[in-house]
């Protein structure tokens, strides 16, 4: 029998020891098991985001801090998110956030990243 994976005292803030890694353009991550299903947390700065991506099986997601959005609505701290396998859509965050993810299988990018300037003045 394969023994579980835990990861305790993620909550309430016990994810703000976790030590985390570039992952896309002002998004980190912290893997806490790669493979398929993978699950990490995604530390957002603010204003950053994920370019359009295709989700090949199901994604799950919990906002441990701060705010999370696509084009589907404006996810808070406590919220729950479940896409679907198929579906498509774009994340950012305007004053940052983490979030608990889980991928079923890779997502496939649709799109290319986008390069966020720290001088980037939002009312451009």
């Not at 020891?17 to 993978?38: A, H, N, R, S």
């Not at 966020?116 to 939002?122: D, Q, T, V």
Request: hydrophobic fraction near 40%.
């Amino acid at each position: 029998m394969t023994k579980p994976a835990i990861f305790s005292e993620l909550v309430p803030d016990g994810w703000k020891d976790c030590i985390f890694e570039p992952f896309q353009p002002g998004v980190e991550i912290c893997w806490l098991l790669k493979g398929e299903p993978g699950i990490a947390l995604l530390k957002y700065a603010p204003g950053a985001q994920v370019p359009r991506h295709r989700h090949a099986g199901l994604e799950t997601i919990l906002v441990l801090d701060g705010s999370q959005s696509d084009v589907n609505g404006h996810y808070t701290k406590g919220t729950y998110v479940a896409n679907p396998d198929g579906s498509e859509h774009a994340v950012w965050s305007d004053e940052g956030c983490v979030v608990l993810i889980q991928w079923q299988q890779p997502v496939v990018f649709v799109d290319e990243p986008v390069v966020i300037s720290k001088s980037s003045n939002a009312d451009d």
